[in-house]
């Protein structure tokens, strides 16, 4: 990156040299390992439907079974298509919000996402039987990622506006209110804990350890145009976030528009991580884990950071979610055991091994 | 799977060919004779047994665990979190589900993949119990031996409520947890008050639906004549000092009596063919309260 001299490059020994060409080949090495792990996620599963015999199937033009025909494209593709989506909006979003706030503990919780995302879930799980019952029918069970999607999204604006003033938002103000947000949101929260029966109580803890395994081709449909509009917006804000680095009036002397760089930034990360918790539920890790773990190997270039975050985050939770519905088989543990049982250690390990490297 | 479609598979497939073979081969010799279902809910696998039906079952969810042989069965998750693959992977051809199991979206795709659902309604007093065993006879097409069942659980129901005198029913108080030594107790519209009101006495808490935190002058308030838990096993004697050297318990009559009763968990609260043993199991000890 521009901002660092030859001395500091020296310093960071690994990552010093032609960062854009190592950058190059990570990516083409994520983009295959994202297609190996998704080949095996449609070959593997707890049932024995074969891939490859459906493939011949197809192929050959003759008749596939019922069953193996829901097995491979009603149940195992769209689930690797939502952990494709989900896991590359939580990385991205995790990576733009760590350049945002030049923190690298930031993650889309700071904004408020999964703190609304998750009242709005838990109001939907315990307030939605009081709701008439035509819009219960209509809403179906995309009451409760509906709800939770508007939770999050509700308060990442409301943060939005209480720390934007005389058109500048101030990111201080926005961590600190975020803060006293989730605060306030964990108490209504808590009220609706109170009142919830046993039932709605498992359904709340199942929720908050995430899933895909309710994953249909509609969840699918609904969640993906949010999702890959803001994957797709998140390139435009590398150059700015490289900027920003600098700190914020250096940025601004450098020409980049910070009012308009962070406002996009705050919607980019609040539909992608609200469609993505909406339509899983809470999982953990990967926004903080898949970005560090970037930077370690690539530097925190965010022209290449971005991509490249957005292929792991996608193969790490296809690999997580093949492990989540295989490992207890016919059971199957929720996704969120297993990015934090998996994340937490490597994180651990990357950091006492890293320790001089890491700094954003 | 038919046999016809594997031998036009490609050349490149041999070992998953065999093994494919086999399955169809092992298929074609079960088909006949066996259902394949899978029970989901305690009180259904519990009925499947009763009816004498055990040998067609072939999974069941996590909270199927009487009798204690239906433990050997795979299980297949907690019933409101349910995989559709893992369900698929057992391979059923029917699926019993108590009321609530899920999540709906995976349901969806198992009645996609051609398999027969049918959720057995759930309820907390007498009829819901004779509705249960209905639902699972018809299902496995057993209905002769549902009646015989429906006929004998009615008459043991009867039997086990005799034991009490209707002029001053006892009130009580079933307490979830004591965490902590705080009262977590049952409201009105639970299974527990289900229990409570078919073995003769009156629920001591009807301020509030389902199981909440009490505060220890409500718990005092409440009166209880009897303390109605769930048995964990482990040494009852210093569960039972510790229930009663409680501030508000100690102060009620219960209490003061040390009057507790302790009932296996799915045997109290499971309204299945065994209610008539945790009535008979409760109303005496109401009979005795009251004697």
């Known amino acids: 990156m521009a901002s660092l001299d030859d001395a500091e490059l020296e310093k960071l020994g690994p990552l010093a040299g032609d960062r854009e060409a190592r950058a190059r080949r990570v990516a083409v090495f994520l983009g295959a390992l994202l297609i190996i792990v998704s080949v095996a996620s449609l070959a593997t599963g707890a049932s024995g439907t074969s891939l490859w015999r459906v493939l011949g199937a197809v192929l050959s033009g003759e008749e596939i079974a019922t069953r193996d025909r829901v097995i491979l494209f009603d149940i195992r593709l769209p689930r690797l298509t939502l952990a494709i989506l989900v896991g590359a909006a939580l990385a991205v979003s995790g990576a733009v919000m760590q350049g945002l706030f ?78 006293a947000i989730a605060a306030l949101a964990g108490a209504i929260s808590g009220i609706l804990i109170y009142m919830a029966n046993d039932q709605q109580l498992r359904d709340l803890t199942f929720w908050g350890l995430g899933s895909l395994a309710g994953a249909t081709w509609i969840k699918v449909a609904t969640a993906a145009p949010l999702i890959v509009l803001a994957l797709l917006a998140a390139p435009f804000l590398a150059r700015s976030l490289n900027g920003l680095a600098l700190g914020e009036a250096a940025a601004a002397h450098l020409g980049i528009p910070i009012q308009r760089m962070k406002t996009v930034s705050i919607l980019t990360v609040a539909g992608a991580t609200g469609a993505a918790v909406a339509v899983s ?78 700094d954003l | 799977m038919k046999p016809s479609s594997i031998k036009r598979a490609g050349p490149f497939q041999l070992a998953i060919l065999a093994f494919a073979i086999a399955i169809a081969l092992a298929q074609k010799v079960f088909a006949d004779e066996a259902d394949r279902v899978v029970s989901i809910g305690g009180s259904v696998t519990e009925i499947v047994f009763a009816l004498g039906q055990q040998d067609r079952l072939i999974a069941r969810d996590a909270t199927s665990q009487f009798p204690p042989i239906a433990s050997d069965l795979p299980d297949i998750g907690y019933m409101r979190a349910l995989s559709p693959e893992g369900v698929l992977s057992v391979d059923p051809d029917l699926i019993l589900a108590e009321e609530g199991s899920g999540p709906p979206e995976v349901i969806d795709v198992l009645e996609a993949a051609g398999i027969e659902f049918i959720s057995v309604p759930d309820g907390y007093d007498g009829p819901a119990i004779t509705a249960k065993i209905e639902a699972v ?7 002769a031996r549902g009646a015989e069942l429906i006929a004998e659980v009615e008459a043991q129901l009867q039997q086990a409520t005799r034991a009490v005198a209707d002029d001053r029913p006892p009130r009580v108080l079933f307490i979830l947890s004591l965490q902590g030594g705080r009262v977590m107790a049952s409201g009105t519209d639970t299974a527990a008050a289900g229990i409570i009101a078919l073995a003769g006495g009156v629920n001591a808490v009807t301020e509030f639906d389902g199981y909440m935190p009490m505060s ?75 004697g």
């Open chain 2, 137 to 143: 006879a018809a299902a496995l097409g057993v209905e």
């Open chain 2, 216 to 290: 220890d002058e409500a718990v005092a308030a409440a009166a209880p004549d009897i303390i109605l838990m769930m048995d964990r096993g482990g040494n009852h004697a210093a569960a039972d000092a510790d229930l009663f050297s409680h501030p508000a318990l100690s102060i009620t009559p219960a209490g003061a009596a040390q009057r507790v009763v302790r009932i296996d968990g799915l045997l109290l609260l499971g309204f299945g063919p065994r209610t008539p043993e945790a009535v008979r199991q409760l109303s005496s000890a109401i009979g005795t309260a009251q």
């Open chain 1, 281 to 358: 539920g809470g999982i953990g890790f990967v926004g903080i884990v898949v970005p560090h773990l970037l930077r370690l190997a690539i530097g925190p270039d965010h022209r290449m950071l971005l991509p490249n975050a957005a292929l792991l985050g996608a193969a790490l939770l296809i690999l997580a979610d093949m492990i989540a519905r295989t490992i207890v088989a016919p059971a199957e543990l929720p996704i969120g055991i297993v990015t934090a049982v998996l994340g937490g250690p490597f994180f651990l390990w990357l950091l006492l091994r890293n320790r001089s490297l890491l």
């Open chain 1, 102 to 179: 030049r923190n690298p503990l930031a993650d889309p919780g700071l904004v408020g996402v999964g703190a609304g995302a998750g009242l709005g879930a838990i109001g939907a799980i315990v307030l939605g039987g009081l709701l008439p019952v035509a819009f219960q029918e209509a809403a179906g069970y995309f009451l409760v990622p509906l709800a939770a999607f508007f939770g999050g999204w509700s308060t990442v604006i409301l943060l939005y506006a209480i720390s934007t003033q005389r058109g500048r938002t101030s990111v201080a103000v926005m961590l600190l209110g975020g803060i």
